[in-house]
């Protein structure tokens, strides 16, 4: 059985909470993107970020919490997350790699840089429309049209270990282009 | 490299696919604002489940405590057991909650509760907390809310135990229905027996996982059907309520069968359910009849000896019987112990029961006939401007008529329209058409008269007569019976007659005659090899030999049959399988088509075939004609050892000696004298103009002293025709009549076909016919007769054309023919016709 959401709302009951919903809201609408995908990065599925994520923002907000800058609350929150992260690893008893999330956390700030906007997205997005041939086509296959491997490499004459090298080379070109526009 | 750089490469590259993901996939991270919302500001937020176990047992503690309290003041019945349950939890160590002042505090203490127990998944606690809050504030809109979710957290309580494991077993059926259908591999199909090399193994592996798969399906359909529990418990009605309901059942079925076939079925019934007495028999060498009055006194069933049906399957009356039974049996398998061994059988009829042989009590118990036949659809009227040409096969099959005779006389009904072939009824009688003079393998002769059932039409009758050939003079020679003994055989009137018609024929063969006898059931064999006539006793014993029993694989016997046809091939000579059965091939390589196929293969090694078939019930009469269609042969049906002396005996030059093949007819009509035509009969052997003169086009056969007509119907030119006009055309300028045309010829005749052993068609014969204007009652007694015996075809079938005849009318031109004719088969066409007026008038 799952808990009756909204039960206890009726007739005064209720707790009456003392924070202020609206900076909630902003705080969140600011930088739930960042912590979703910061953990979707970790290694977490699709609904689990979902549930961290929120659990990261109702335990920031439980907190005396005050906001010195936009990127110091994004780091703020990715901690948190991380740590929500290992304690959902431990609940699952699967052994936590706290080495493999220190990599993490440095990837993440090296590629993202340390505020929490979509920048590194849009520098992404500009190598991608550099991209051309057949790089560009196996991406779009592979990540708009969702195709299966065997069925990119029927589309482009390749064997599946092609394709699979292919993306993977793609991906790592893409990579240097973000480099080299962060480091200019 | 080492493990941390790897690492790094991973987390990049992973970012890189994540962002790919979202700019190319579009795949947006989600909007949790409300979520998140919503999370801070309920009060009973995960944070609480998530309470430490200290914590949970305290409250659980407290809960008690109070349960236990509230117990004592309201002293529930319904709750105790609960209660006890949670008793022992309790901590008496913990102080009780402080009492709450306000009816609103109290509330929101219970509610808070409440949805704690609820979230613990503690729902009978939960239920007495909604309880208590019942008690302090019944109508409070809350109160109601925790009411009906108490409700809900039931039921779905009950459910989930039986929907669960459905579900479960439901999924894994269909899993293992998808490892049932793993692949088999067509390119070498499995046979038994045969080892397959290195392919064999992996056709087992296949083979295995099918049938574990099929068994684990079974499994898993048994695990999923968990029976609906019995609650609430189906309740029966009262004994008087059964009673008004049978009641009402009866009256309603007594108003659908008539009140006597009901009495009828109730006795039957109740027979049925005396033959369950129990008995203890013992009997050494008594006679039948007196075993038999013994049972009828001891059951109080009434039981009728048929002496008729038994003496046919040479049982005595007073055959001695023995039965030693040790124990009790019932009465049912009493009469089956006794009757079986002398082949006989039992049938319930009403309050009694009818003993007899196997056959007779079969047909009793047959309902619903299983007799096949495709559908026929009448040739309509062509106009002769629009379809100057008429192209057709001939066909020398009589089994229509013989099938209608046996529906008519034997069981008296009605036979299905489909079973009626006009061609077949006509062609059954022999016409004394003139034999040809020259070499020509056979004669046409054509009469034009009017038309007896639309007397301004004309009736157009086309004669072929085939050469005859004595008996002395036919070729040797060289038979296979192919004949099937399945299970299905067994009944007197089709192995035994069987036996009897093989035995007719090869009492006429001569010495440089050769007969193989192959039978075909479950499996085939060859009973007697290619024998000469000089063994004729050696031939009658394999005959006498056949025994019938199990299924019917026709494949390989007609592979068989004609293995040998071919290994003993008679230049110049009859070569010919003469296949005999009810038609019911259903074991084995019998896709109908793939019969066909391998019939029409064999036809072309100079090996002719004769279908005759036998027996009612499942008689496939389709697929037989069809495969003497297609085996370059003739189809007849054996009703009676009559039929069977006429196919075998006195038509055996007939039946056996082919003088022509793919015999074609083509006939084009003068317009301007013919406004329309119609073929009688005929309608599987139409053919298209064009394959006239195709030789790769299969026709009829015609035997030796065989007489093959047609008849056409015509409609003048000027008179109303009852077809649609087809639209002027646009590009093409009708036709226009040929000088021919002018003269009062009325059509022309071409005649092509093959010798028995050629593969090209001799140059046509061609014959110009004209209209006298005679009158039907100035035409030969054989125009006379065939006009009659297509007008019952039509009466039989309900033609839309058979315009006003009757029965009577029939039997008035018919009984005029047979006068002036020696034929005494004739004589019998009256009394079949004033038979199917009998059954015509039946309701």
């Known amino acids: ?184 | 490299m080492n493990q941390r750089e790897e690492l790094h490469e991973e987390f990049a590259d992973r970012l890189i696919e994540q962002g790919l993901a979202e700019i190319a996939g579009n795949h947006r991270p989600p909007d949790l604002t409300a979520r998140v919302l919503s999370a801070v500001h309920a009060p009973h937020y995960d944070h609480r489940r998530k309470a430490t176990a200290l914590r949970g047992l305290v409250l659980a503690a407290t809960v008690a405590l109070m349960v236990a309290v509230w117990l004592i003041d309201q002293a529930r019945e319904s709750t105790k057991r609960v209660a006890a349950v949670n008793l022992p939890r309790a901590d008496t160590t913990v102080a009780p909650p402080p009492a709450p002042a306000t009816t609103k505090e109290q509330l929101a203490v219970l509610v808070d509760e409440f949805n704690r127990l609820m979230n613990e998944n503690r729902f009978d606690e939960a239920e007495i907390v909604y309880r208590r809050s019942a008690k302090v504030a019944p109508d409070e809109l809350v109160v109601l809310q925790m009411k009906n979710t108490v409700k809900m957290v039931a039921r779905t309580r009950k459910n989930s135990p039986i929907r669960e494991p459905a579900e479960q077993g439901q999924f894994a059926a269909l899993q293992s229905v998808e490892q049932s259908a793993a692949p088999f591999d067509d390119r070498e199909p499995y046979e038994f027996g045969v080892l397959r090399g290195r392919y064999g193994e992996v056709d087992d592996d296949v083979r295995f996982l099918r049938h574990k798969g099929i068994v684990d399906q079974l499994y898993q359909i048994e695990l999923s059907r968990i029976p609906t529990p019995d609650e609430p418990p189906i309740l029966y009605p009262d004994r008087e309520t059964w009673r008004l309901l049978t009641g009402r059942r009866e009256k309603y079925l007594a108003a659908l069968v008539g009140r006597d076939s009901l009495d009828g079925v109730r006795q039957a019934e109740q027979t049925a359910e005396q033959l369950k007495l129990p008995v203890t028999l013992n009997y050494k060498q008594s006679p039948l009849s007196q075993v038999i009055s013994d049972l009828e006194k001891l059951s109080g069933i009434r039981m009728d000896l048929d002496e008729a049906g038994i003496a046919e399957v040479s049982i005595a009356m007073d055959v001695p019987v023995t039965l030693d039974l040790a124990q009790d049996v019932s009465l049912k398998s009493a009469l089956r112990l006794i009757l079986e061994p002398l082949h006989l059988s039992f049938v319930i009829k009403g309050d009694g029961l009818k003993i007899s042989n196997a056959r007779v009590c079969d047909e009793e118990r047959l309902v619903i006939r299983r007799d096949r036949y495709s559908r026929i659809l009448e040739n309509p009227f062509l106009a002769a401007l629009d379809h100057p040409l008429s192209t057709f096969s001939i066909d020398v099959d009589t089994a229509s008529y013989a099938k209608v005779r046996r529906y008519l006389l034997e069981a008296g009904e009605m036979p299905p329209p489909d079973a009626v072939r006009i061609e077949e009824l006509i062609n059954y009688f022999d016409y004394d058409y003139a034999p040809p003079e020259d070499d020509a393998p056979f004669a046409a002769h054509v009469e034009v008269t009017a038309c007896p059932w639309q007397l301004k039409h004309r009736l157009v009758r086309i004669g072929l007569k085939g050469r005859e050939i004595s008996a002395a003079a036919r070729p040797a020679a060289n038979l296979v019976f192919l004949l099937d003994v399945s299970g299905s055989m067994e009944p007197e009137d089709k192995l035994p007659r069987v036996r009897r018609a093989m035995r007719m024929l090869v009492e006429q063969l001569r010495e440089n005659d050769r007969v193989a006898i192959v039978v075909y059931a479950a499996q085939s064999g060859v009973v007697l090899p290619s024998t000469t006539g000089f063994e004729k006793d050696r031939i009658l014993a394999a005959l006498d030999s056949l025994h019938a029993g199990g299924g019917t694989n026709g494949g390989d016997g007609i592979r068989l049959a004609y293995d040998i046809a071919q290994k003993n091939f008679q230049k110049d000579g009859v070569n010919r399988v003469i296949l005999c059965t009810d038609g019911d091939f259903n074991v084995g390589t019998t896709s109908n088509a793939e019969l066909e196929r391998l019939i029409e293969e064999r036809a072309k090694s100079g090996v002719f075939l004769t279908v005759l078939g036998f027996g009612m019930g499942n008689h496939n009469d389709e697929l037989m004609e069809k495969l003497a269609d297609k085996g370059n042969g003739n189809y007849g049906y054996v009703d009676s050892e009559a039929e069977a002396r006429k196919l075998l005996v006195e038509q055996a030059g007939g039946t056996l000696v082919t003088i022509a093949k793919d015999v074609k007819l083509q006939l084009e009509f003068n317009p301007r004298l013919v406004g329309a035509y119609r073929l009688i009969g005929y309608e599987d052997r139409l053919l298209a103009a064009e394959d006239f003169n195709n030789d790769q086009k299969d026709a009829g056969e015609i035997g030796a002293g065989h007489t093959v007509t047609a008849l056409y119907e015509l409609i003048p030119a000027g008179q109303p025709v009852a077809v649609p006009p087809v639209d002027e055309l646009k590009y093409q300028r009708p036709a226009s009549l040929t000088e021919a045309a002018g003269g009062d010829e009325l059509l022309m005749l071409k005649l092509k076909y093959k010798r028995p052993d050629g593969s090209q068609s001799l140059a046509p014969v061609v014959c110009t016919v004209h209209d006298a204007g005679q009158p039907f009652g100035a035409a030969s007694a054989d125009t006379q007769f065939a006009a009659a015996v297509a007008g019952f075809g039509l009466l039989l079938r309900d033609s839309q054309y058979k315009g006003d005849l009757t029965y009577d009318a029939v039997i008035e031109i018919a009984s005029q023919a047979v006068g002036s004719n020696p034929h005494t088969r004739r004589a019998g066409f009256a009394d079949l016709v004033r038979k199917a007026r009998e059954c015509a008038t039946k309701p």
């Not at chain 1, 900076?23 to 993107?33: G, I, P, S």
């Not at chain 1, 991209?131 to 708009?144: E, K, M, P, T």
Request: proline share 3%.
């Open chain 1, 1 to 184: 059985m799952h808990p009756l959401p909204g039960f206890g709302h009726s007739k005064g009951m209720a707790i009456a909470s003392s924070k202020r919903p609206g900076d909630l809201a902003e705080l969140v609408r600011t930088h739930q993107a960042g912590v979703w995908r910061y953990l979707r990065f970790l290694g977490a599925d699709e609904s689990l970020a979902d549930d961290l994520t929120q659990e990261t923002f109702v335990s920031v907000w439980k907190k005396p919490f005050v906001e010195h800058s936009s990127a110091a609350t994004a780091s703020y929150l990715r901690t948190v997350a991380r740590n929500m992260f290992l304690m959902s690893l431990r609940r699952r008893k699967r052994q936590p790699m706290i080495e493999r999330l220190e990599v993490a956390e440095e990837v993440w700030r090296r590629y993202t840089g340390e505020g929490d906007n979509d920048e590194w997205l849009d520098v992404l997005r500009d190598c991608l429309e550099a991209l051309n041939g057949r790089a560009r086509q196996a991406i779009d296959l592979s990540y708009h049209y969702s195709l299966s491997r065997a069925e990119i490499g029927r589309q482009l004459e390749l064997s599946e270990d092609g394709v699979k090298s292919l993306l993977r080379r793609t991906r790592e070109l893409l990579r240097r282009c973000i480099e080299q526009k962060q480091a200019s």
